[in-house]
């Protein structure tokens, strides 16, 4: 049967539900058992939609690149997280010798895996413009994953087009897409997941659930948050087969199907921590763990506290939400709209996880902007749910979704010039409105923005250092400098011959380097702990070379030992 | 419901409408003396002698599907009437169904007279007639009704011509000859005898004034004098008579068309040059720089094997977006018109499978397409007297015909397949396996698809999996590959439009340029996939269709191992072969195809390499050993780390894909076990690629029917 798409109906099951299975495509493309599945129109993936689809991505990631690089580059408003992993990716292929591990266990490995591609040029990765362009890309793959999401929702072109902008627009969107951030690199993936489960749900076809598998796969692997969103989906692909009489292997097959590359990656995962790191589950306590004890507050008021921050995010990046989600539980009751439920507990989910991990983890930090941004998203996803349930005023649906949207851009934008709980979200709508660099500037949140400390030093060290592995360095605190080299060969880092070696070399330096790059905080760096007379720049064994506010380049002599008492942490 | 009126109406044709009138072909009308003259809503009136003919109401009924009432008129006028309706030029319908028809259904009343059908037999082939087109002789002998012997009798009978048995008959070689053997095929004739100028000619038919004057041609100013016999027996005779030219194309048809295209030498001079001198330079560099030498080995291997992972999964990915398979609906087929419909060949080679002649002939007769359209030849070998027995003793009807293929080296089933072919009178010829259980309505939805293809297009192949796919791990694992195989990376081929190595069976060929290609090489022991990249070099093109053949997995493993390297084996000479002179595959293919040849088919080598990696990961595991790691630096190392992590689970997951696809949703789970597998095909590469120099044109025979028991049990549980 070939599906006439000329008029796209929305059918109706007999007890009113909006009958959310659709067929795109002629018979013979393999199909959950759907027994009240009706074939009804349903827009077709045609040649005129995968051109929509690249315009959608060159126009996202063009125009996402452009902004990183001026914001980046020219206004400096960088986080270091990016910088770090840059580095990581850098020298994951530059080092001498290359290794893998130089992607570390501190963020989720492929936020640093998709850097790699970029920093095959180590010029481009030190001009830092490989930034912009990774995020910009993964903004492009999460434009597509909407688009696609939108159409699938029966929102007519124009609109989608208006609703991919407005969201385009949105301050915080651009911040991260733009800046190099890991958080849409998962985001995006995890749209790409929840796009794919709606697509399934829509069409019935595997195909869906099997990229969805994969992409949640994929998105576990670049933030562990995903993993919730993975479990979910599965529930509601084994829920909706249960649902419809589907068989009991047709079941199962179909869920495990989905399932399987997400629990191999996490297990592939595992067994790398457990290798290298002797525990298995290292990668999950890494990131809950607290690295500072509480300010002392109480179970109840940290609960309050935890209470308070979500409900500010939420209410600062992504207010239409608490109109969305309502809606949403309401279809899924009055409607029995499965999927309208499942979108209600995913953005649920996304408000919810960023508290959990904060109140777990103890530290006194707090719940932040940027943890508004997969809330933002998915409830855009929900709210185009609702959109397309809409038979007869989809257009008027989707122009309330986009005045949401503005509104909500426009409050952002002023929320992340005085919000507390931020990054770099002040700099960077200070840094767009005033079009000039932010190097120095304070954020809301009080953090110094800027790198030409890190520019100078490394400056220095490109034009006077040569030999590989002749400066020894903690590359967890001096990535910024390694990064801006572009030749992390020169240094003798802890990544090159693992930390045993490492620290035998920063307790008797005299034996194989000529330099020490020390991060002038010896808070953190564990070669400043060492020598923390260097770091200061008053050790007479350790003559500073070369010396910026945060950095200090010092020769090694033949004498040099350890600060008394001080060992390697 | 038919209906029967005594109203005696007017005299016929005052309004002629001939679309109803011709709603029923001539010679029923004049079978029954009866004609159509109008159609209100569903009923249809037609005139009749007498309006108690309830066969005649009955068979009109099925051929027109209307409700039809019988109106009293006298037959002279009911004649003139069919005199004047069939006058008037071609049929509007029906339009084929006399054409040719030398025995009109007065053979039937003739069969029903001697007691040999009775009229219920002459209505139902009355409608297969008029569906098919076919003479109704045949199409009693087809179903089984009567013998081929009885058919001739009534032939011979009625055209006064003198039958003749062929039985145990050996013609002078010299008479037989007088007909060239295209002429003999085509008109199914031998010359038998000769008499002075009369030259005594066995026919199963007799011949019309057309194929009489072919005959003339060849014999000249020689009389001809017919005789009729069987069809089977004259194709027996045919076979003995040009048995050495049918074995010289089947062995040598290849070898004397196209030498360079022939496996009958595994590698030639140049190549062997060649590999020699790589290996030389190998063992000379690794003497001199022997880590250097090493790490070049490991990159090279690594950078080959990820870009035939990247490729595969390329097109597997692909396939599981687009459907890239020719489309034919159920309706289209239900709209053929099976007059139409040409004659196919169906050729099944079967080497000691007497046991399961029975189901064959069971899987043939199930399929939806006129039996009398049907040219099933049972490939035998000489010296397998039992299966040939096992055939003989059904006493198949003519549609199946065994052909004995003689005694001669090499023994492969190509050449079993080519010795078919030689007699095949197909416009299209398909090979199936004797455990092979097509869709029924494949072979007509090779015609559909090949009317819907571009004109290039000489091969459609459909898809192929199992049917015992849960009797053990081993066969779960078969059908997961299989799957894959043919669900997602042959239709991903299709659409790259790249060549597609065929599958073994359920490959639907346009006979003509199957003949002019050379057809299979006898040499070759996977000669279908050799066939998909010669038909590629000829420029033709294979498609991809929706129709599945089940087919048997094999459940044991020395036997799933023999089948392997077998396998394996033939892709390694199909890609020697083609790589005599890469220049000119590259030339004939283009740089498209001959990539995607070297990856898929040269591919297969990679199965060799896995144990060597596998085995250096675990030692290094196991050890830590540092030389192991310093033969992957930098970005060996990447490609390495990437293929053992990313690219095994892609290929584990793209089986899980494919049984997913298909609906095999049971198997989703030892799909995921599909590693343990892998090593199984490194085995049976090993065994393949070791026989290649040892016994290279030996054929690994896979044994069949070693599902019976799983299915007898299966069969158990479900009653």
């Given at each position: 049967m070939t599906i006439d798409t000329s008029a796209a109906e929305r059918t109706e099951e007999p007890h009113g539900i909006p009958l959310p299975i659709y067929a795109d495509r002629p018979v013979q493309v393999r199909q959950n058992v759907r027994p009240d599945m009706v074939q009804s129109p349903q827009p077709r993936s045609d040649g005129n939609h995968r051109v929509e689809n690249w315009l959608v991505f060159l126009v996202t990631v063009i125009g996402y690149s452009l902004l990183g690089t001026w914001v980046v580059t020219g206004l400096h408003v960088v986080g270091f997280e990016s910088l770090d992993r840059m580095n990581r990716a850098l020298m994951a292929l530059h080092n001498n010798p290359a290794k893998l591990t130089a992607i570390g266990f501190d963020y989720p490995p492929l936020s640093v895996l998709v850097l790699t591609p970029l920093a095959v040029s180590s010029d481009l990765a030190r001009s830092l413009v490989a930034l912009p362009i990774s995020s910009a890309i993964f903004a492009g793959v999460a434009a597509i994953s909407l688009n696609s999401l939108l159409r699938r929702c029966l929102i007519p072109g124009p609109w989608r087009i208006a609703i991919l902008a407005v969201l385009a627009l949105n301050p915080l969107v651009a911040l991260y897409a733009s800046t190099g951030s890991r958080q849409i690199v998962w985001v995006s993936l995890m749209l790409a997941g929840v796009s794919s489960v709606v697509k399934w749900f829509v069409t019935a076809q595997i195909r869906y659930v099997l990229i969805a598998g994969i992409t949640f796969s994929v998105a576990g692997l670049a933030g562990y948050g995903s993993l919730v969103w993975a479990g979910l989906a599965a529930f509601l692909i084994g829920f909706v087969l249960q649902r419809h009489g589907a068989r009991q292997a047709e079941v199962e097959g179909t869920v495990v199907g989905f399932a399987s590359p997400v629990v191999y990656v996490m297990a592939l995962w595992m067994v790398f921590n457990g290798l290298i790191l002797g525990n298995p589950v290292a990668w999950v306590t890494r990131s809950v763990s607290g690295e500072a004890p509480s300010a002392g507050l109480a179970t109840s008021d940290r609960l309050t506290e935890v209470l308070r921050d979500l409900g500010e995010v939420v209410l600062t990046t992504s207010p239409i939400t608490v109109v969305v989600v309502p809606l949403l539980v309401l279809a899924a009751v009055r409607r029995r709209d499965e999927l309208a439920g499942w979108l209600a507990i995913c953005v649920g989910a996304a408000v919810v996880m960023p508290g959990v991990a904060v109140f777990v983890r103890n530290d006194g930090s707090h719940v932040l902007m940027r943890d508004g941004l997969p809330v933002l998203v998915l409830t855009v996803a929900g709210a185009c749910w609702l959109v397309r349930s809409l038979a007869a005023g989809r257009a008027a649906g989707a122009m309330l979704v986009i005045v949401g949207l503005v509104a909500s851009g426009v409050f952002t934008g002023f929320e992340m010039t005085r919000y507390a709980n931020q990054n770099l979200e002040s700099a960077f709508i200070q840094g767009i409105r005033t079009a000039s660099s932010q190097e120095g500037e304070i954020t809301a949140a009080g953090q110094e923005v800027g790198i030409i400390s890190e520019q100078a030093m490394a400056g220095y060290i490109r034009r006077n250092v040569t030999a590989e592995g002749s400066i020894l360095t903690d590359n967890s605190q001096t990535f910024g400098v390694m990064l801006l080299t572009g030749r992390p060969q020169l240094f003798f880092d802890r990544v090159d011959r693992g930390d045993g070696a490492w620290i035998r070399a920063a307790r008797k330096p005299g034996a194989g380097v000529r330099y020490l790059l020390l991060s002038r905080s010896t808070a953190t760096d564990r070669l400043s702990q060492l020598y923390p007379t260097a770091a200061t720049g008053t050790d007479p064994a350790l003559q500073a070379v070369y010396t910026t506010d945060r950095y200090v380049l010092v020769a090694v002599s033949d004498q040099v030992t350890p600060a008394e008492g001080e060992e390697a942490p | 419901m038919s209906m029967t009126e005594s109203d005696r109406h007017s005299a016929l044709g005052d309004h002629p409408n001939p679309n109803i009138e011709r709603l029923v072909p001539q010679q029923i009308c004049r079978a029954f003396s009866v004609i159509p003259y109008e159609l209100s809503g569903n009923l249809l009136s037609v005139a009749s002698p007498s309006t108690d003919n309830a066969v005649a109401a009955q068979v009109l009924k099925q051929l027109t599907g209307h409700d039809v009432r019988l109106v009293q008129h006298d037959p002279a006028e009911i004649s003139a009437a069919l005199d004047i309706a069939f006058s008037r030029g071609p049929a509007l319908l029906f339009a084929d169904a006399d054409a040719g028809s030398a025995v009109p259904l007065r053979t039937g009343e003739f069969l029903a007279s001697l007691g040999l059908v009775d009229e219920r037999d002459v209505e139902e082939a009355l409608v297969e007639q008029a569906r098919t087109g076919a003479q109704l002789g045949e199409i009693l002998v087809a179903s089984g009704k009567i013998t081929e012997d009885d058919l001739v009798a009534v032939l011979a009978e009625k055209f006064k011509v003198q039958r003749v048995s062929l039985d145990g008959f050996n013609p002078d070689r010299e008479i037989a000859l007088l007909l060239p053997e295209q002429a003999a095929n085509a008109l199914r004739c031998v010359p038998v005898a000769r008499d002075g100028d009369v030259v005594f000619l066995a026919v199963s038919r007799p011949l019309d004034d057309h194929e009489v004057s072919v005959v003339g041609r060849y014999l000249g100013e020689l009389e001809v004098r017919e005789l009729l016999a069987t069809r089977s027996s004259i194709d027996t005779l045919l076979q003995r008579v040009y048995q050495d030219d049918y074995s010289q194309f089947a062995t040598h048809s290849l070898m004397e068309l196209s030498p360079e295209n022939s496996a009958y030498i595994v590698a030639t001079k140049a190549q062997k040059t060649f590999f020699i001198s790589v290996l030389v330079a190998i063992i000379v560099c690794g003497v001199i720089w022997p880590k250097n030498t090493l790490i070049g080995l490991v990159a090279a291997a690594s950078v080959y094997y990820l870009a035939v992972s990247l490729y595969k999964f390329r097109l597997t990915f692909r396939a599981l977006g687009h459907h890239f398979e020719t489309d034919v609906t159920a309706q289209e087929v239900a709209d053929v018109?099976?007059?139409t419909l040409p004659m196919y060949t169906i050729l099944v080679p079967l080497f000691r499978e007497a046991s399961i002649v029975n189901r064959l002939v069971t899987g043939v007769n199930g399929l939806d397409y006129p039996k009398t359209k049907l040219d099933v030849k049972l490939l035998c070998e000489e010296e397998d007297t039992e299966t040939i027995e096992a055939i003989r003793d059904l006493g198949l009807p003519p549609h199946f015909r065994l052909v004995v293929v003689p005694d001669s080296?090499?023994?492969?089933k190509p050449k079993a397949c080519n010795y078919g072919l030689t007699q095949a009178e197909g416009k299209y010829t398909v090979i199936y396996d004797a455990e092979d259980r097509p869709d029924p309505d494949q072979l007509k939805k090779a015609v559909i698809a090949f009317s819907k293809a571009e004109p290039r297009v000489t091969c459609i192949q459909a898809k192929l999996n199992y049917f015992n796919q849960d009797q053990n791990l081993l066969t779960k694992w078969f059908s997961s590959e299989y799957s894959m195989h043919y669900d997602l990376i042959l239709p991903g081929l299709d659409g790259d439009d790249v060549p597609i190595p065929l599958g073994g069976t359920s490959n639907h060929f346009i006979t003509a340029r199957l003949r002019e290609l050379g057809?299979?090489?006898?040499?070759?022991?996977?000669e279908d996939a050799d066939l998909g990249i010669r038909l590629a070099r000829a420029g033709y093109r294979t498609s991809m269709m929706d129709s599945t053949t089940l087919e048997e997995a094999n459940s044991q493993l020395p036997n799933w191992v023999r089948q392997r390297s077998r396998w394996i084996k033939g892709y390694m000479q199909t890609w020697l072969v083609h790589m005599r002179n890469p220049f000119k595959t590259l030339k004939d293919m283009g740089l498209k195809n001959f990539i995607s040849f070297n990856l898929l088919v040269g591919g297969t080598f990679i199965f060799l390499l896995n144990p060597i990696f596998w085995a250096l990961t675990t030692l290094f595991a196991l050890t830590q050993w540092g030389f192991i790691e310093s033969l992957f630096p930098g970005f060996v190392f990447y490609a390495a780390s990437s293929m053992l992590f990313i690219g095994n689970f892609v290929f584990v997951y793209l089986n899980v894909a494919g049984s997913m696809q298909r609906g095999y949703f049971e198997l989703t789970k030892s799909a995921l076990l599909t590693p343990l597998y892998w090593g199984l095909m490194s085995w049976a590469a090993w065994k393949g690629f070791i026989q290649l120099f040892t016994?290279?044109?030996y054929w690994e025979k896979t044994e069949h029917g070693l599902d019976t028991e799983h299915t007898e049990s299966q069969q158990q549980v479900t009653s």
């Open positions: - | 018109d099976e007059r080296n090499p023994k492969t057809a299979w090489d006898p040499y070759n022991v996977t016994n290279p044109f």
